[in-house]
Each structure stands twice: as structure tokens, then as C-alpha cells.
């Protein structure tokens, strides 16, 4: 017994050091798991083991420190631990209150593209805001109490001397902790040993400034890798060709509309109750518009789910998305004509989601290797931005492809339209079930109305192309989660579970056929309309716009293009490695 005390001596010795480590280590973040667990959905959602993995390491990180301390009493050396640790729990702070987000791998890579001009503009904006002002009043109170404690204890410790029933007392279960913490430590083998950034689940690294910045650091470091590996794969492709050379002449266009936060469960094309896309319904009755049934995402996040749609790789192969040309730069090495206009282009950029994808999208080799035109501003409503699409577009002799990437649906979903489209409100939610209250009905109702208003924003670009050779493909990033199966608003990044996948991964997909592209491509058009049933991957997206566009290109394969006859139905991977559809199968669900 007295051996474990010794072990366990530098927490009683370096109290107060242990305090406010732990408190900066994340302590709060403890404590709510403790009070709440129900609000959080992440893989260590029990309060006990929560507890017992993350404060141990947290312990152990401490009483490192505290024996260092104890074996070398430098005032300069426990001075330059606190300032290190009150640095980052200072950043984290700020982040957390600023941005909703812990220490991530996409800091990092903003940091390393933040110019000195925008850094100037990103300290006007938030140096004096209310959230680094809260930031400031917990880094002082921290900081005061942490030099009452110090000085206090340093007066006082050859004179105090801890009971030593007290001590034993307390020396098992700290030294439990510690061993589990020791053990919980593998999670930093697992950091090292990440073959890329989708190998370790965000969720199971503790929250901590510091273990958050040795993760972080260890993703940007493989993110850099591995858009270096992207932008030589795109630039050193074979280049495409078209099939049929007479048909180059069509002034062809092709039209790929991203969707964002689309749920198909809200639009009757997929049987819901009210009539939120009324151009799409009535295209499809007129046989111009076809409805794909049975498409899913490969993650619920635009980040990823956009690299392997706009990427020619095959997840379901264990092909990565750097391991495959980019689409856009495969149709302008064809010889089309390519635009892309991005509503997200600036929008959230201080978020990873929008930082881990911009930093390709817009890497400048990517830019010159794909796009003929880009949008130069960005737009509060996607109808303005297709407008400044609409009078940017020349109508040319050789082909184009146009790569649209709205708003959509994202949340908050009352900005993303304008007043007049205010046509749902709560009284139109009819349904019944018992958690819906009249402040679940409303948001429900302004998620129709973002879907009301993205419709009529697909009908202006449908418009512009409807007396010309066209085909136009809309297809969401992801899903979107409105209490339509659970009580559960939004998007989460926990556990997976079949309503999750039913709604966040399962997405709308639907192709728009012109009168004059049914003339020139019939055969084609007849293989789409036999193709609606059979299941499809947001990862073999690229199959059908070579298909539907005629490019021969070493990218296509027609075992994998869901509108050939030879198509073979894929594993379907989401997340990287669960397969959806043996997950619905054996889940425990009703739909």
C-alpha cells in the first residue's frame, strides 16, 4: 500500500497544479457527459467510461508533470508548462465559443493559407467580440486562481501534511485512474498509425487542447499528403476523348446541381405528404425528369462525401479519392467548356468542412487543370447565384460542363430562402407523433420551405436548357435529419444506426433529360429509365456523367455506371468501411 502512495505522492505534493491542469485538460467537458449524457451521441457516451478514459489519461498527463516537478523543482520549468497549457486551453476556448469546434486538423490548415491581410480582417472581426471577451474572463479567473493556489501552497507545504489514513484513502482510486489511463494512452498509437485522415473516428480522441492538437497536427500533416497525391494524380491523367465525333458538335450541355442537406423524405418524388418541389413533380409526369430510388452518400459530411462524388475513385475497391483524377479536369481535358459556381465557396470558412475541401477545390494546379469559368462572389440565395451562372453561361459550338454547388438546404434553414417563399408553416405539419411540439412543427415547416425555394431554383436552371441539348443531374451531398423517424433535428457524427442512415445517407437523386437530348440520345435516355431501381453510390457519380455525356476515358468503366446493362451492383461503403446495405438488413428497423 505504501508503494502505491509513493506513485501517487506527486498529486498530493503538486495539488494545485492537478487542479488547474485538469481544469484546462477539459474538465467541463466531463462534468456534462456526467449530467448529461443523453446530449451527446459519440461513441463514449456512458458517463463512466467517459470518465475513466479520458480523465485517466488527463491524471496521467498531470501527475507526469507533477513528478517532474517534485524530481525538479525549476520555477522556470513549471512557469513554462503553465503558460504552455493555459495557450492552449486558450485557443480551444476561443474556437469552441466562436465556431462551435474543438481544435481540428482544418485550423491548422487555414492557419497555414491565412494570408496577413485576412489575418488582420479575422482579428477586427473577432478580437473584441463577446466571445473572446468570455474567453479573457475564464483565462483570468484560471490564472488567479492558479497563483493563489501555487503561492498559498508554497508557503504552506512543509507545514501541512495530508492525513495519512487520507492519503492511503485516496491513493487506490488515483492510482486506478492512472492505470487506466496508461491504458487508454493506445488511442495516441492509434493517432500515429493513421494511414489517412478517415482512419481513426474524430469522436474517440479526447477532447483535451492537447491530445486535440496532436491529432490535428497528425491529419493535416496526412490531409497535405494526400491533396499533393490528388493534385499529381488529376494533372498526370491520360487525356479523354468523346466516342462519337459527331456528336461533338451538339453543343452539348451537361449540368451536375449539388445539392446540400437535401432529405428526399421531404419531397413527394419520394412520397412525402406535402408538395414541396412542384417543377420536379410535374417534369417527372411528363416523363422529362427521372427519379433515382435507391442512392446514398458515402458520409454525411460535405467534405468527404464531395471529394468521392466529384473524384473518379471506387470506395467500394478501397480506392481513396486521391487515388483518382477529378471529374472537372477529366470533361476539360475532353475539350468542354467548364463552369463551376459555388455558393460555399466562402460560406462557413472558418469551418473544417469548409477549409478540408476549398483547400482542393481551389488549390491553384486544380483550378487551371479543370475550370474555364468560376463565380467570382458568392450569393446569401442560391437563386442570385444561379442568375450570375445563367448570364455568365456563352452558348459555344463545343460542349460544356457545369458543376453547381448550392446552399441548399443547410441549416439554418429559414436564411437559406427568401420571405416569399414563407409558403409552409407549422399548422401544415399535420403529423402526430408525440415529440413533435409546435416549435419542431415550425422547423420542420422552414426546412419545406428552403426545399420549396430549391426547387424553383433547379426550375430557372431546367428553364435555361429546355429547348437546348441537355441533360442535368441534381444530387444532394448528404441527407438531412427533421424528426422524421426519432426525435432528432440535424446532422450527428456518433454511432451509426439505421434511422441515421435512412435519412443523413440515403439521398435524392434525379436526372432532367431535354426534348432534343431525348432525340439525339434515346438509347441512352431508355437505359436511364430502366436504371432507377438499381441501387447506387455517391462514389460512382462520375460513371453516369461520362455516360450521359459520352466521354471515353480510361475513368469509365461500364461495370460500375448504374446505367449500362453490365452494371454489377457494389458494396456499398459508408463511413469507409460499414456496408450500408448489410447494416439495413440487420438492423432491428422499420421504416
Do not use: C
Given at each position: 500500500m505504501r508503494r502505491i502512495k509513493k506513485i501517487v505522492d506527486p498529486l498530493f505534493q503538486e495539488w494545485p497544479f492537478v487542479l488547474v491542469f485538469l481544469l484546462l485538460m477539459g474538465a467541463k467537458g466531463v462534468v456534462q457527459r456526467i449530467i448529461m449524457p443523453q446530449a451527446f451521441s459519440s461513441i463514449e457516451s456512458l458517463p463512466v467510461s467517459y470518465l475513466l478514459s479520458y480523465l485517466g489519461v488527463w491524471l496521467l498527463g498531470a501527475w507526469f508533470w507533477a513528478w517532474v516537478f517534485t524530481k525538479y523543482p525549476r520555477r522556470w520549468l513549471k512557469i513554462l508548462v503553465y503558460a504552455i497549457l493555459f495557450l492552449f486551453f486558450v485557443v480551444q476556448d476561443f474556437l469552441v465559443h466562436h465556431f462551435g469546434q474543438m481544435i481540428n486538423p482544418s485550423y491548422l490548415t487555414l492557419l497555414a493559407e491565412t494570408s496577413p491581410g485576412e489575418a488582420k480582417e479575422f482579428t477586427d472581426l473577432f478580437l473584441f467580440s463577446g466571445g473572446t471577451l468570455s474567453t479573457v474572463k475564464r483565462f483570468l479567473v484560471l490564472l488567479g486562481l492558479a497563483l493563489v493556489l501555487e503561492f498559498a501552497w508554497g508557503r504552506l507545504r512543509k507545514r501541512v501534511v495530508f492525513p495519512e489514513g487520507l492519503a492511503l484513502a485516496l491513493a487506490i482510486p488515483l492510482s486506478i485512474c492512472l492505470l487506466y489511463g496508461v491504458y487508454s494512452c493506445k488511442i495516441y498509437g492509434r493517432i500515429l498509425g493513421m494511414k489517412d485522415e478517415y482512419s481513426l473516428d474524430e469522436h474517440r480522441v479526447p477532447s483535451d487542447p492537447l491530445s486535440r492538437s496532436f491529432y490535428s497536427v497528425r491529419v493535416y500533416l496526412l490531409m497535405g499528403k494526400h491533396f499533393d497525391q490528388a493534385i499529381q494524380t488529376t494533372l498526370s491523367m491520360p487525356p479523354a476523348g468523346w466516342r462519337t465525333e459527331q456528336k461533338q458538335a451538339d453543343s452539348l450541355s451537361v449540368i451536375l446541381v449539388l445539392g446540400e442537406s437535401y432529405s428526399k423524405w421531404h419531397t413527394p418524388l419520394y412520397g412525402y405528404g406535402l408538395n414541396t418541389t412542384p417543377h420536379m413533380l410535374r417534369e417527372k409526369e411528363k416523363g422529362n425528369l427521372l427519379v433515382f430510388e435507391d442512392v446514398v452518400s458515402t458520409y454525411n459530411l460535405t467534405s468527404n462525401s464531395l471529394k468521392d462524388m466529384l473524384c473518379a475513385n471506387r470506395s467500394s475497391l478501397g480506392e481513396a479519392w486521391y487515388e483518382a483524377p477529378y471529374v472537372p479536369a477529366v470533361f476539360k481535358s475532353a475539350g468542354f467548356e467548364v463552369y463551376f459556381w459555388d455558393n460555399q465557396q466562402t460560406y462557413l470558412g472558418f469551418l473544417p468542412v469548409s477549409i478540408s475541401l476549398n483547400s482542393f477545390l481551389y488549390h491553384p494546379d486544380i483550378v487551371a487543370a479543370s475550370y474555364s469559368h468560376t463565380n467570382t462572389k458568392t450569393f446569401t440565395h442560391d437563386g442570385d447565384l444561379v442568375k450570375d451562372y445563367l448570364d455568365s453561361v456563352r452558348i459555344e459550338s463545343s460542349p460544356s460542363f457545369s458543376?453547381?454547388?448550392?446552399?441548399?438546404?443547410?441549416?439554418?434553414?429559414?436564411?437559406?430562402?427568401?420571405?416569399?417563399?414563407?409558403?409552409?408553416?407549422?399548422?401544415?405539419?399535420?403529423?402526430?407523433?408525440?415529440?413533435?411540439?409546435?416549435?419542431?412543427?415550425?422547423?420542420?415547416?422552414?426546412?419545406?420551405?428552403?426545399?420549396?425555394?430549391?426547387?424553383?431554383?433547379?426550375?430557372?436552371?431546367?428553364?435555361?436548357?429546355?429547348?437546348?441539348?441537355?441533360?442535368?443531374?441534381?444530387?444532394?451531398?448528404?441527407?438531412?435529419?427533421?424528426?422524421?423517424?426519432?426525435?432528432?433535428?440535424?446532422?450527428?457524427?456518433?454511432?451509426?444506426?439505421?434511422?441515421?442512415?435512412?435519412?443523413?445517407?440515403?439521398?435524392?437523386?434525379?436526372?432532367?433529360?431535354?426534348?432534343?437530348?431525348?432525340?439525339?440520345?434515346?438509347?441512352?435516355?431508355?437505359?436511364?429509365?430502366k436504371a432507377v431501381v438499381r441501387p447506387l453510390s455517391g462514389d460512382l457519380l462520375c460513371q453516369v456523367l461520362f455516360h450521359l455525356a459520352g466521354v471515353e476515358t480510361p475513368c469509365y468503366q461500364a461495370e460500375y455506371d448504374v446505367l449500362d446493362e453490365s452494371y454489377i451492383y457494389p458494396k456499398r461503403l459508408v463511413q469507409g468501411s460499414v456496408d450500408y446495405d448489410m447494416f439495413m438488413k440487420n438492423a432491428k428497423f422499420v421504416q
Open positions: 458543376l453547381i454547388h448550392l446552399l441548399g438546404q443547410h441549416m439554418d434553414f429559414n436564411e437559406r430562402y427568401p420571405g416569399a417563399f414563407s409558403h409552409f408553416t407549422a399548422d401544415s405539419i399535420s403529423r402526430e407523433e408525440p415529440y413533435l411540439d409546435a416549435g419542431k412543427r415550425r422547423l420542420i415547416a422552414e426546412y419545406d420551405n428552403a426545399t420549396f425555394y430549391n426547387d424553383a431554383v433547379w426550375e430557372k436552371i431546367m428553364s435555361h436548357y429546355r429547348n437546348r441539348n441537355a441533360v442535368i443531374v441534381y444530387i444532394s451531398d448528404h441527407g438531412e435529419e427533421i424528426y422524421d423517424v426519432r426525435d432528432q433535428a440535424y446532422r450527428d457524427h456518433g454511432p451509426l444506426t439505421a434511422e441515421k442512415l435512412q435519412t443523413q445517407y440515403s439521398i435524392p437523386m434525379m436526372v432532367w433529360f431535354s426534348d432534343k437530348y431525348q432525340e439525339l440520345y434515346p438509347e441512352t435516355v431508355s437505359q436511364a429509365r
